[in-house]
């Protein structure tokens, strides 16, 4: 019971720098497909813009988490 809360929290920052890795892949695809496409609509621009703000929460749930990826390799 005393290590449950390292344990937990370690596993959770784990889970945290996978979620990251995934949104950052998805970001970067739809990136490259907004840019060399013709004309976007204004849907695909705010979904490009969500996209960007979801991945800098998580980065900087991160940051306050004081995760590293070095940790996490």
């Known amino acids: ?9 370690k596993a959770e920052n784990e889970r945290l720098a996978q979620i990251i ?6 970001l970067d695809r739809y990136e ?3 840019a060399n496409s013709v ?3 204004q849907e695909i621009q705010a979904d490009l813009k969500k996209k960007r703000a ?6 900087k749930e991160a940051r ?4 590293n990826s070095e ?3």
């Open 1 to 9: 019971m005393l290590f449950r809360k390292k344990t937990i929290q």
């Open 21 to 26: 890795h995934a949104v950052k892949q998805e």
């Open 71 to 73: 940790q996490n390799t």
């Open 32 to 34: 490259y497909i907004v």
């Open 54 to 59: 979801k991945y800098m929460f998580l980065l």
């Open 39 to 41: 004309e976007p609509s």
């Open 64 to 67: 306050y988490r004081k995760l």
